[in-house]
């Protein structure tokens, strides 16, 4: 099939349309995290349960985002946009009804869904449509899509709940998601052939079981007593791994189409890099959790000002965006990656340091140090972890990376309100203390995480310039 690649305003529109859902996506999840406190009194549930508005919605993403490319080969992309649209509005609608908690946890799951499809299309429509001496302003158009969305979610969403309540927020949304799906409907192209070919049906069934009972044995852990439940289910989620890797291994020496191509893992660079941007997801989504409820359930501030904590340091990283990968250009991948997870490490030094005092503004200070370090690193170290494979599996590393950052952010959003509410739990009748304790507890796990991250990325630049040295003496 023959596609002319043009700017013209089909082009814009259908990247508009995508944008939307995608950027609504992003919206609603950071938005929602301000609301934890809210809802927990509406519905009547713990903080462990509460979780899963945002945890359940990363969880249908890790599921969906692996199968983007085989939807993008089977079927049109106009079908997949409404497909993704009608599940958005379908999830928006629910989420705004919901009678009951589990009825707005449905309508996140349908949104999660609806994103899952939408992100991937987004880019797919760029990198196929797009003129290429235009390619990378609109590369950096969608990153950048991606990295306003957190920095306006929290306080849009503080606002809301402030004034008009939680429900708001799925209305506001409402419009523009009707205005993405007409867009979409008349402006979509096809521009690649649609092909058949075999869905690895068992492979994505494992994958789903072994993520759902991973983010269970987390929530498990947040009961605050000692049961085997937990100890079952990571036991499922290590059982389905194992019959992952076998299945897709079997696939692959046959000459099947496996799910994810897992032979990516046999670079060693590859895995460490993957493991520092699995673990930066991690303690995002954490601090995305931890942050809000604390202000406002120990500090006392309302829902607005809880979410404009954030909002100067999301501000802060969707400036390194579109600027984070020309420093990489110019200093090379280790420079910048090491000095973003420094600041990583030394914002959660200050948390843990300044916590028991800690005011609104030391909180936003401390979590600039933190975005800054994102932002310099998260992207910088997605590209360096692709530029370690060879040419024919970066599709395959691509898809790897992503699913590992939604699965790591629904991970750490659970593990962080397990530790919250087993201290909770265990002191019933000072809310506000057990909470604090809980924080402080968090924060101190993701420092040690933070530093692992760090290690797992030093190691990784080593092992490259091992294998960059050896290739040289080889040539010669």
């Not at 983007?68 to 379908?90: P, Q, T, W």
């Not at 699913?403 to 790591?408: E, G, I, K």
Request: with cysteine.
């Amino acid at each position: 099939m023959q596609f002319e690649r043009r700017l013209d305003m089909r082009l814009i529109f259908s990247i508009v349309a995508a944008g939307i859902l995608s950027f609504t996506g992003v919206v609603i999840e950071t938005a929602m995290n301000v609301t934890f406190p809210s809802l927990m009194k509406e519905f009547s549930v713990s903080t462990s349960l509460v979780q899963w508005i945002t945890t359940g919605y990363l969880l249908v993403l890790a599921v969906v985002i692996p199968i983007s490319g085989y939807l993008k080969e089977r079927f049109l992309m106009k079908r997949l946009f409404l497909v993704s649209g009608a599940l958005f509005i379908l999830g928006t609608l629910l989420g705004a009804w919901s009678p009951a908690f589990m009825v707005l946890l449905l309508g996140r799951l349908l949104q999660g869904a609806g994103t899952g499809i939408a992100l991937p299309l987004m880019f797919n429509i760029i990198m196929e449509q797009a003129p290429l001496n235009r390619l990378g302003v609109m590369v950096g158009a969608g990153m950048l899509v991606c990295a306003l969305a957190p920095a306006v979610g929290p306080s849009i969403g503080g606002y809301i709940v402030s004034l008009f309540g939680w429900r708001m927020i799925f209305w506001a949304v409402l419009p523009l998601l009707v205005i993405s799906f007409i867009l979409g409907g008349l402006s979509v192209r096809q521009s690649s052939e649609i092909s058949v070919r075999p869905f690895d049906s068992p492979g994505l069934l494992y994958l789903a079981a072994g993520f759902t009972c991973l983010l269970m044995g987390c929530t498990e852990l947040g009961h605050g007593r000692i049961s085997l439940m937990p100890v079952l289910l990571f036991i499922g989620f290590l059982l389905a791994l194992f019959l992952f890797r076998s299945r897709e291994k079997r696939l692959i020496d046959r000459g099947g189409s496996p799910l994810l191509n897992i032979r990516a893992f046999r670079n060693r660079a590859f895995v460490l890099g993957a493991l520092g941007l699995s673990l930066l997801q991690f303690i995002c989504l954490a601090l995305g959790f931890l942050i809000p409820s604390f202000s406002q359930i120990v500090t006392g501030e309302n829902a607005f000002k809880a979410g404009c904590i954030l909002l100067p340091g999301c501000i802060v990283g969707a400036l390194f965006a579109p600027i984070s990968g020309r420093i990489y250009d110019r200093f090379g991948a280790k420079k910048p990656i090491l000095l973003g997870s420094s600041f990583i490490i030394l914002s959660l030094v200050l948390f843990n340091s300044t916590l028991s005092g800690a005011s609104t503004w030391i909180l936003t200070v401390c979590y600039l140090f933190f975005a800054a370090g994102q932002g310099l690193s998260v992207g910088n170290i997605l590209t360096y972890s692709l530029s370690v494979l060879e040419k024919g599996m970066k599709p395959d590393g691509n898809a790897i990376c992503n699913t590992v950052q939604q699965l790591s952010g629904a991970v750490g959003t659970a593990a962080a309100a397990a530790i919250v509410s087993a201290s909770q739990l265990s002191m019933p009748f000072d809310f506000s203390g057990a909470t604090a304790r809980g924080t402080a507890d968090a924060f101190l796990v993701l420092l040690v995480l933070a530093v692992l991250q760090f290690v797992s990325l030093f190691f990784s630049f080593r092992k490259e310039e091992r294998n960059e040295r050896r290739q040289t003496i080889e040539d010669r």
